[in-house]
């Protein structure tokens, strides 16, 4: 068929480019030391290497310091509003998806992602904790997925 070279050159790049990258990068923002540990470990297993953050503070130089490929935020960080978080990523610069993972009211959390829709950020979900962790990984392997195939178009355009 007459669109299957083409099919198949693009399926070949994407595959190419997955064994070309370096695994995803999370960063995990929750003052809760067990919630940081199980977020990171499902993340893990969808393929993620994973930075944790026990405070804004934290998060904002690991976030300086590295570039991520998603983040998850908890809306209640001690002293900080996890809303001031979200400043905090606009202020400098994140462009990366945002999974906020909240033991917070459905009302918050609805204002959290007014937001920081307001602010510009990729805010892709909002999951209530306990997390489930299916739905946490399945989160991360679309987000992961979008990830390569951005890259992925982005080789095959350029050839």
Known sequence: MLGQPKAREA??????VA?????PRLLVID?????RLIICRAAARAGYVPAQAASCEEAVELAQATA?????????????AGVEMLRRLQTIGCKAPIIIV????SATCRAALRIARTLKLDVVEWLAKPVDLATLRYSLERIRHRRLLVRGL?????R
Not at 68 to 80: E, N, Q
Not at 154 to 158: F, G, M, Q
């Open 31 to 35: 003052d809760d030391a067990l919630h």
């Open 102 to 105: 909240s033991g917070s009211d």
């Open 11 to 16: 399926s070949d790049a994407g595959a190419a």
């Open 154 to 158: 982005a080789t095959v355009v350029a």
């Open 68 to 80: 991520f490929d998603c983040i998850t935020l908890d809306l209640s960080l001690g002293a900080h």
């Open 19 to 23: 064994k070309a990258m370096p695994a």
